[in-house]
T-cell receptor
Framework: GENVEQHPSTLSVQEGDSAVIKCTYS??????FPWYKQELGKGPQLIID?????GEKKDQRIAVTLNKTAKHFSLHITETQPEDSAVYFC??????????FGAGTTVTVRA | SAVISQKPSRDICQRGTSLTIQCQVD?????MFWYRQQPGQSLTLIAT?????????ESGFVIDKFPISRPNLTFSTLTVSNMSPEDSSIYLC??????????FGPGTRLLVL
C-alpha cells in the first residue's frame, strides 16, 4: 500500500516568516495530494490540494508544489500568523479514493 | 463543501460496552468513510461505508469490532464494540465530494476506562 512520510514533525516559526512542510510518497499510481489543517478539538479541514497533472498551486498565502519524478510534494505558508498554528497533515491517494496520511506536523507561530 | 455533523461529540465509556457514533451530511454523497485517530497520531482508514451493501474494511479492522451501517446517502453509523482502553481515540467520518475532495466531520472523542 501507499506510504507517506512527512517532515518535520514539529515546526516553530516567527510570525511573518514562512513555513515549509515536506512529504514523500511511495506509490507511483498516486495522483491526488490534499493538505489538511487540524486545530485542537476539531476535525481536519481541507486547505489545499493538487493533482498529478499540475506542478504548483497557490491560494493566497498557501502554496503546494508537486514533483512526480521524485515523488514528493510540499506545503508552503507565507507571512505566517498566529492562527496558522495547528497540526498539518499531507495525504495521497490513487484512483481508489482512499487517503493515506502522513504523520503530521505541529506548527507553532510565535508572536 | 459538505456540512458534516457527528454524534456524540465525546463520550466516556466503560470497558466491555459498545458505542454507536452517528454521521450526518447535509447533502447526498456516494462515498462515506470512517477513520480512527489515536492520541497524538495520524488518521487511519477503518472502512468505506457503502450504501445498500456491506462496508469495506481495511487491513486490521473487522466487522465484528466495528460494525457499520449506511441506510441512505446522507447518514452512516459506526459502532465500537466490546471496548477496551486501546479503543480510546478520535473517530472521524468523511465524505467524498466532487473532484475527489474529502471533507471531515468534527470527530467523536472516545475515552474508554
Amino acid at each position: 500500500g501507499e506510504n507517506v512520510e512527512q517532515h518535520p514533525s514539529t515546526l516553530s516559526v516567527q510570525e511573518g516568516d514562512s513555513a515549509v512542510i515536506k512529504c514523500t510518497y511511495s506509490d507511483s499510481a498516486s495522483n491526488y495530494f490534499p493538505w489538511y489543517k487540524q486545530e485542537l478539538g476539531k476535525g481536519p479541514q481541507l486547505i489545499i490540494d493538487i493533482r498529478s497533472n499540475v506542478g504548483e498551486k497557490k491560494d493566497q498565502r498557501i502554496a503546494v508544489t508537486l514533483n512526480k519524478t521524485a515523488k514528493h510534494f510540499s506545503l508552503h505558508i507565507t507571512e505566517t500568523q498566529p492562527e496558522d498554528s495547528a497540526v498539518y497533515f499531507c495525504a495521497a491517494s490513487s484512483n481508489d479514493y482512499k487517503l493515506s496520511f502522513g504523520a503530521g506536523t505541529t506548527v507553532t507561530v510565535r508572536a | 463543501s459538505a456540512v458534516i455533523s457527528q454524534k456524540p461529540s465525546r463520550d466516556i465509556c466503560q470497558r466491555g460496552t459498545s458505542l454507536t457514533i452517528q454521521c450526518q451530511v447535509d447533502s447526498q454523497v456516494t462515498m462515506m468513510f470512517w477513520y480512527r485517530q489515536q492520541p497524538g497520531q495520524s488518521l487511519t482508514l477503518i472502512a468505506t461505508a457503502n450504501q445498500g451493501s456491506e462496508a469495506t474494511y481495511e487491513s486490521g479492522f473487522v466487522i465484528d469490532k466495528f460494525p457499520i451501517s449506511r441506510p441512505n446517502l446522507t447518514f452512516s453509523t459506526l459502532t465500537v464494540s466490546n471496548m477496551s482502553p486501546e479503543d480510546s481515540s478520535i473517530y472521524l467520518c468523511s465524505v467524498e465530494a466532487p473532484r475527489r475532495t474529502q471533507y471531515f466531520g468534527p470527530g467523536t472523542r472516545l475515552l474508554v476506562l
